[in-house]
């Protein structure tokens, strides 16, 4: 375990130089094998072009999942249109869903 703590921290020093050195425009920045996908350009098409997609957001419940507090912020379907925002109605999660929520969250359960 000791050893696995003093790999992480080296590894942490070299990725943070690397950084460093990028942004002094020494050399470009370093791409990671794991990043994520900006999807703002989606979001920009959707609304300004009318193009509807669906796509994951975390959003406020306000009812999209039944059994969950509506000021909870949950990762749902959500349609982009030239209107803006539309999280997808989930409903009530099948009962194995709902018990592992209730039994992580279980504040966030009505």
């Known amino acids: 375990m000791h ?4 790999r992480r921290i080296e590894k942490r ?3 943070w130089s690397d950084i460093e050195t990028a942004a002094l425009g020494k050399r ?4 990671g094998k794991h990043e994520s996908q ?9 609304i300004s072009l009318n193009q509807q997609r669906v796509i ?8 999209a999942i039944s059994n969950v507090l ?3 912020c949950d990762e749902v379907p ?13 409903g009530t999660p099948p009962p194995g869903a709902t ?11 009505e």
Do not use: C, T
């Open 56 to 63: 994951y957001l975390n959003v406020m419940n306000k009812g």
């Open 99 to 109: 018990a592992i929520l209730f039994g992580s969250w279980p504040r966030l359960m």
């Open 13 to 15: 020093k070299r990725v």
């Open 28 to 31: 470009p920045l370093p791409r």
């Open 70 to 72: 509506p000021q909870a």
């Open 38 to 46: 900006e999807r703002i350009e989606l979001m920009i098409q959707s």
């Open 78 to 90: 959500v349609m982009l249109d030239r209107y803006g925002f539309h999280p997808v109605v989930i």
């Open 3 to 6: 050893n696995y703590i003093e």
